[in-house]
């Protein structure tokens, strides 16, 4: 039932919007449409066959007259159309492959006579039509004929350009019904003719310049419905979309106009058409680089039009038109197309706006180029207005609200017309100007028809869906009471915040806004401060609140008594606070930082308010506000309320108190007191270690101990000491002198004499313990096939860090060990050597005794080079030996040198004078250390000369 009622709704609302003069069309390749059937039909019976050009009118009732495509008229039988001496109509000045080559426009006011307009184009091709015409007109009589004839024409409107004439023309009507402008274009001027009950006045255009030149003769010019723009579609690789304002008064364009696409970015644009309401344009732009069509919406309420360019649909294929339809729809025609696309929700924003490719089957015809353009007013609704405010109400849901009267009138006055008002399709009155409200009609569909008597005969219709809404409820009040605690404590005028009433004014303030005015203001231009108000009549004054539901704009209105109590600022206790550690929260915090302010608990504040009261206030019948300001405490703004934590206060802070009676709006007294926010010591800490050098081994008991230093520098302080978070009984001065690891924290307590508790702060520092290492053991070996492999290995005990130097303790020659307590040096060299081991804690060196490393010689070479020239027992000629025996023996055991001095120079291969050849010789050793130890060694070398 509800989808039945649905389609009468819509289909009474098409019978009486529809302007039934362009409900048949004909175009493209003898395609058509018929829109007095619902949803629109094809029609095939057409004669007319065009690339672009095109042009239809029906009667009042939808009938069809005739059509055209600007060179051949056609009746409504589909027969060609004959001139008053019997000739064919089918040698107009138009053109197929012009734009817009032809245009229908009936007289305002002689029902029989219409005009053709007509414009040419430069192309000719193999048609033998005549190259560009210009602009001219043809007058019809469908009263004469079969069908009508053409009595007149054609009349020549170039003004001497035929040749530079466009392919664009475009009518709208004027004020009233009784004329219309015709408008067409040629480079850069405008040309509008008017046309009224006498026909029209070709002698005197309406010329308007434009700051832009068109770059081609082709592409659309529409204007919108509502006469008040003109749209313009220079098709050309360098061609724009150009929008104007136009003045349906005098038909001058009054702007230069607005430049709304880019040729390079977005195409050119060909066809142009606006939104029923006027309140949206559509562009088709075509690309030959993509062959393809791209469909712009712009929103023309908008005050950056070109801004709210948004791309609608992107379709393949060559330039296409774009024209409204009777029933709110775009079509949009592309060449060689069998179906008829749509835009649909032409009015609303792109994101809901539609678009159907194959909105209207064209049963086997074929679209091309062009689509049927007609007077935009067709097209256009009759506005209703709110007769008390002026406001255009019409094609919207409109909220009225319950309890109210309201006046609608259409727009349009004309003096002989009657006026029929439907609401939901019934009939309700014959009134030019409707009284409507929740009781008389009520909620729904209101549709007016305005039928002109006159000689127009034109019929007009409008509609608007109206929607009765409820006033929001109001809730009287008790008198608002405010202290008067200001300068002057008596004068009776104070501060008041009705904003912080509006809870109590209405069970529930959603999606409603509150506005406060003086009572004389009974328009409400200008509302008061409602955040901080002073009454303008001394202790006793009304004002008056409006309360508007923000979606329905209802609203309702109530008054606000006022009364100002004279109230001196009483003073409380002071309040002092130790300032907030930063790092409380931190539970891995090593030391505190003050923050320079705290938090207060305002609950023992209202109790010690209580207590001094003597019985007079009680949490029971009194509130306790608390306040940063002595505003904020009058207007009741920005409350310090629970949890208080979120509230810090730096030192020396107001805080204002206001005591009011619970339940009748009240303020009792106001009073002031001052935070006081004190320092927390700052104790010194250090969180890089110190070292604390104990011996090694360790002695029991350590008596060695490191300064602690952590003096806040204040005498008057006092402190605890922890070592790894145990108290250290006893220990409570600034210094404390540590005498094993850990981590000690010092907490530092100050007393002030308002405060019951002492300030705390803290601080943390790390001892670590230390000692020079202790020589475990050195392993030394020597005497290798090569001296770089003699090496020396030490092993040490100990806690501290070690590093390691042979025969040095310069700090630069110390090196660290993969290995604390142990390092090996290589390639040592022959002789005495000496490890020095270093605490990089700076708890002191340690260096080992003298280790002795020898290397018997593999061979020498006694060539006078100075390197090998002597064969001996390297590393021997220090203290650590008391004697050397060393005899030398060739091959055959013959004994040829004996080394006792341990600082002989050694054999140079010489015996008794005589060089020795090369060849290997033998050697017994025999040395003797300071320890009394015999090392004997035999063996070979080399004698080698070269």
């Not at 007058?139 to 392919?167: H, Q």
């Not at 705390?760 to 090569?786: C, M, P, Q, R, W």
Request: glycine share 8%.
């Amino acid at each position: 039932m509800k989808k039945l009622l649905l389609f009468l709704l819509t289909l009474l609302t098409f019978n009486l919007y529809s302007q039934k003069e362009a409900n048949t069309w004909y175009f493209g390749r003898n395609a058509g449409i018929d829109f007095n059937t619902s949803p629109p039909s094809a029609l095939t019976d057409g004669k007319l066959n065009t690339d672009e050009g095109c042009s239809t009118i029906s009667d009042e009732n939808g009938n069809l007259l005739f059509y055209s495509d600007g060179i051949k008229v056609w009746t409504a039988r589909h027969e060609l159309m004959r001139y008053s001496d019997g000739r064919i109509a089918d040698n107009l000045q138009g053109n197929p492959s012009s734009s817009q080559s032809g245009l229908i426009v009936p007289n305002p006011e002689d029902k029989n006579i219409y005009y053709i307009f007509t414009v040419g184009t430069d192309f000719v091709g193999n048609s033998g039509y005549p190259r560009n015409p210009g602009f001219n007109y043809y007058t019809v009589d469908i009263d004469k004929g079969d069908g009508g004839e053409i009595i007149a024409g054609p009349i020549n409107l170039s003004d001497g350009r035929d040749a530079a004439w466009s392919e664009k023309i475009s009518a709208v009507q004027g004020k009233d019904c009784t004329e219309f402008w015709i408008l067409s274009i040629v480079q850069d001027t405008f040309y509008a003719y008017k046309i009224d009950k006498n026909g029209i006045d070709s002698s005197n255009p309406i010329t308007s310049p434009s700051s832009y030149f068109l770059n081609d003769k082709r592409g659309y010019l529409k204007v919108s419905p509502n006469g008040n723009k003109v749209a313009l579609a220079d098709f050309n690789p360098s061609g724009s979309l150009v929008l104007y304002d136009f003045d349906n008064l005098t038909g001058k364009i009054i702007s230069n106009g607005v430049i709304l696409t880019s040729p390079t970015q977005d195409g050119a644009p060909y066809g142009v058409e606006f939104s029923q309401e006027s309140r949206k344009l559509y562009a088709s732009n075509y690309s030959a680089s993509s062959n393809s069509n791209k469909v712009f919406q712009f929103n023309l309420l908008t005050t950056d039009i070109a801004q709210s360019k948004t791309l609608i649909t992107e379709q393949n294929g060559f330039r296409g038109a774009l024209q409204l339809g009777p029933n709110q729809k775009i079509y949009f025609s592309l060449p060689g197309g069998s179906f008829l696309g749509a835009i649909n929700n032409i009015e609303e924003e792109p994101n809901n706006v539609t678009y159907n490719p194959q909105e209207i089957n064209l049963n086997g015809q074929i679209s091309s180029q062009g689509l049927p353009p007609f007077i935009q007013s067709f097209f256009a609704p009759v506005n209703l207005i709110d007769t008390t405010t002026g406001n255009v109400l019409n094609n919207t849901n409109q909220t009225f609200c319950i309890g109210d009267s309201y006046m609608i009138e259409p727009e349009l006055n004309l003096a002989s017309s009657t006026y029929t008002w439907f609401k939901d399709g019934t009939e309700i009155a014959k009134t030019r100007i409707l009284t409507t409200n929740n009781t008389n009609f009520g909620s729904g569909l209101y549709e007016v028809k305005i039928e002109s008597t006159s000689e127009c005969g034109k019929t007009y219709t409008g509609k608007i869906q109206i929607n009765f809404e409820p006033k929001p409820s109001i809730n009287k009040i008790p008198t608002y009471i405010q202290c008067d605690f200001d300068s002057n404590t008596v004068d009776g005028f104070a501060s008041f915040n009705l904003e912080s009433k509006e809870i109590e004014l209405v069970n529930n303030t959603s999606n409603l806004v509150f506005d406060f005015f003086e009572t004389s203001d009974i328009t409400f231009q200008n509302p008061i401060n409602k955040n901080n108000y002073t009454n303008t009549i001394a202790t006793n004054h009304t004002v008056m609140v409006r309360v508007t539901n923000t979606i329905t704009k209802c609203y309702q209105t109530e008054l606000i008594d006022l009364q100002v109590n004279p109230t001196g600022l009483t003073s409380y206790n002071d309040e002092y606070l130790c300032e907030l550690d930063k790092n409380t929260s931190d539970p891995d915090a090593k030391f505190s930082i003050g923050t320079n302010n705290s938090i207060f608990n305002f609950d023992s504040k209202t109790q010690q308010i209580i207590n001094d009261s003597g019985g007079a206030l009680s949490e029971a019948t009194h509130n306790f506000e608390y306040y940063r300001t002595s505003n904020d405490a009058s207007l009741q703004i920005n409350q310090i309320t629970p949890p208080y934590e979120d509230y810090l206060f730096k030192n020396n802070s107001d805080v204002y108190v206001r005591v009011s009676n619970k339940g009748v709006n009240s303020c009792e007294a106001v009073g002031r007191f001052k935070i006081f926010v004190e320092k927390i010591p700052a104790p010194q800490g250090n969180l890089d270690k110190s070292i604390l050098c104990i011996d090694n081994p360790r002695m029991n008991p350590q008596l060695r101990t490191i300064e602690l230093n952590a003096d806040t520098g204040n005498s008057s302080d006092t402190y605890k000491w922890y070592l790894d978070g145990f108290l250290i009984p006893g220990e409570t001065n600034a210094i404390h002198n540590a005498n094993s690891a850990g981590e000690y924290k010092v907490e530092a307590y100050r007393v002030y004499p308002n405060i019951n508790q002492p300030c705390i702060g803290y601080n943390t520092f790390y001892v670590k313990e230390s000692n020079k290492a202790l020589i475990v053991s050195i392993k030394s070996t020597d005497d290798n096939d090569n001296p770089i492999n003699n090496k020396i290995e030490i092993i040490v005990n100990g806690i501290g860090d070690y590093e390691y130097a042979l025969n040095s303790t310069s700090l630069s020659d110390f090196t660290k060990g993969d290995k604390n307590l142990t390092f090996t040096f290589t390639e040592i060299p022959p002789g005495l050597n000496s490890i020095s081991i270093r605490d990089r804690n700076d708890c002191g060196i340690v260096s080992s005794e003298q280790i002795s490393t020898i290397y018997f010689q593999r061979h020498l070479t006694p060539n006078g080079d100075t390197h090998n020239d002597t064969w001996n027992i390297l590393g021997v000629d220090n203290d650590f030996y008391q004697s050397v025996n060393v005899q030398i023996f060739d091959r055959y055991g013959k004994l040829i040198k004996t080394i006792t001095d341990k600082n002989d120079p050694g054999w140079d291969g010489i015996y008794n004078g005589k060089i020795l050849p090369s060849n290997d010789y033998w050697y017994n050793a025999e040395l003797l250390d300071i320890n009394g130890k015999i090392r004997k060694k035999s063996g070979h070398f080399s004698l080698l000369r070269k």
